[in-house]
């Protein structure tokens, strides 16, 4: 099946400090990919809708300034948690639809940001 | 959102049994499902979906019963085997809709 691959996928870093997450789609192109945030024993939350070419679409509550999106190519969408906190400690996933809908979704294998 | 998860229930089974995993959906408008199994670290799998009009799809050792009347999805896994162990979560997406939402998950254990 189609592979959507996530990088880091551990990180520790300092309080204050910024963290970049990357999400690419390997072998497929993706106008869309999704940003989700897993507290432990939670279920997935989306965090943004990442748009090829334009602004990503934030859900409500969550800080565009603080989770920065970019999606500069078909097959790269970046996260970037700026000025990282403990609270914003948790498990980051990314996805990727392979048809134009976001059906038939894959999934990356996650990043778990400690923030100290 | 429309479902968010909070807690996850928890199900235990013996190797060999089936098990049976429910989501209640809150979205009458969602017209596609999927259930999605999660390892301990990593992302989602995909396991199987099931359109609206649709009450039964089966796969390999899996089959997902969706009643539309009640909003509930259930997950059967035959012969349930240690490999199974995850967190199970259904996912509910709606035609024109631009995003999937999950619902709470639920942690099978499967016992040797």
């Known amino acids: 099946g189609a592979v959507v691959s996530q990088h880091p996928s551990w990180v520790i870093c300092k309080s204050g400090t910024s963290v970049k997450i990357e999400c690419r789609s390997l072998?497929?192109?993706?106008?869309?990919m999704f940003w989700y945030r897993q507290f432990p024993k939670q279920s997935l939350m989306l965090m943004a809708t990442s748009n090829e070419g334009s602004k990503a679409t934030y859900e409500q509550g969550v800080e565009k300034d603080k989770f920065l999106i970019n999606h500069a190519s078909l097959t790269l969408s970046t996260l970037t948690v700026t000025s990282a906190h403990p609270e914003d400690s948790s498990f980051y996933i990314c996805s990727a639809p392979t048809t134009g809908t976001n059906e038939k979704l894959f999934f990356g294998s996650g990043t778990q940001l400690s923030v100290l | 959102g429309e479902s968010v998860g909070l807690h996850l229930p928890t199900l235990s089974v013996q190797e060999g049994d089936n098990s049976i995993i429910n989501c209640a959906y809150s979205?009458?408008?969602?017209?596609?499902f999927i259930w999605y199994k999660q390892e301990s670290g990593k992302g989602p799998q995909f396991i199987i979906d099931i359109r609206s009009n649709m009450d039964k799809r089966q796969g390999q050792r899996v089959t997902v019963l969706l009643n539309k009347t009640v909003k509930h999805l259930s997950l059967q896994i035959a012969a349930t085997q240690p490999g199974d162990s995850a967190v199970y979560f259904c996912a509910e997406i709606t035609s024109g809709a631009n995003n999937l939402f999950f619902g709470t998950g639920t942690r099978l254990t499967v016992i040797p």
């Open positions: 979205n009458s408008a969602s017209d596609y």
């Open positions: 072998d497929f192109q993706a106008t869309t």
